[in-house]
T-cell receptor
Framework: GQQLNQSPQSMFIQEGEDVSMNCTSS?????WLWYKQEPGEGPVLLIA?????ELTSNGRLTAQFGITRKDSFLNISASIPSDVGIYFC????????????FGGGTRLMVKP | EAGVVQSPRYKIIEKKQPVAFWCNPI?????LYWYRQNLGQGPELLIR????????DSQLPKDRFSAERLKGVDSTLKIQPAELGDSAVYLC????????????FGEGSWLTVV
């Protein structure tokens, strides 16, 4: 089946630093979604990407849909303590019945 | 607008007992998903509904898990009997297929089997 490799698995950074994480897939996706999950909560959608090459921003977050349709990255600029959480990428394959596959997550910790 | 609503938020049961989770999707969303998330991992699909039809239940352990979405709106997920390994977060999500496949999650039902 489809697999998503998300890296890094965890990051411990200083407040104000920029963060970058990415996902790569063994197969093509039609849509890439990035979620953030905080302890005790469900995943919250951050950014949705629908076209290869698409670059989308949401405040300090920027994500891109890779040209090959097999990868995506998420950048967070000028991190703040409330950015702490687990970030998940997810790929949607319309040709597989709208199946959404998740990466393993990137755990972000921000030191004030 | 209300998001995806799930209940109960937390449940602790003894093994071999039954448990049920309920989900009300975002109004107008025709697609409903149940995911299971183990500690430290990403969510994994259990079942997906298009309206009242289960269109993908290949990952649902059918010996003990069942789900229904009788009127194509809210849904229940049942485990009977529960096993220790069923301890996880059960997430419900919904989307409106024609809107670009943006999928929204509920807060999850956190199950502990002891």
């Amino acid at each position: 089946g489809q697999q998503l490799n998300q890296s890094p698995q965890s990051m411990f950074i200083q407040e104000g630093e920029d963060v970058s994480m990415n996902c790569t897939s063994s197969s093509i996706f039609n849509t890439w979604l990035w979620y953030k999950q905080e302890p005790g909560e469900g995943p919250v959608l951050l950014i949705a990407l629908y076209k290869a090459g698409e670059l989308t921003s949401n405040g300090r977050l920027t994500a891109q849909f890779g040209i090959t349709r097999k990868d995506s990255f998420l950048n967070i600029s000028a991190s703040i303590p409330s950015d702490v959480g687990i970030y998940f990428c997810a790929g949607l394959d319309n040709n597989a019945g709208n199946m959404l596959t998740f990466g393993g997550g990137t755990r972000l910790m921000v030191k004030p | 607008e209300a998001g995806v609503v799930q209940s109960p938020r937390y449940k602790i049961i003894e093994k071999k007992q039954p448990v049920a989770f309920w989900c009300n999707p975002i109004s107008g969303h025709n697609t409903l998903y149940w995911y299971r998330q183990n500690l430290g991992q990403g969510p994994e699909l259990l079942i997906r509904y298009e309206n009242e039809e289960a269109v993908d239940d290949s990952q649902l352990p059918k010996d003990r898990f069942s789900a229904e979405r009788l009127k194509g709106v809210d849904s229940t997920l049942k485990i009977q009997p529960a096993e220790l390994g069923d301890s996880a977060v059960y997430l419900c999500a919904s989307s409106f297929t024609a809107s670009g496949n943006t999928i929204y999650f509920g807060e999850g039902s956190w199950l502990t089997v002891v």
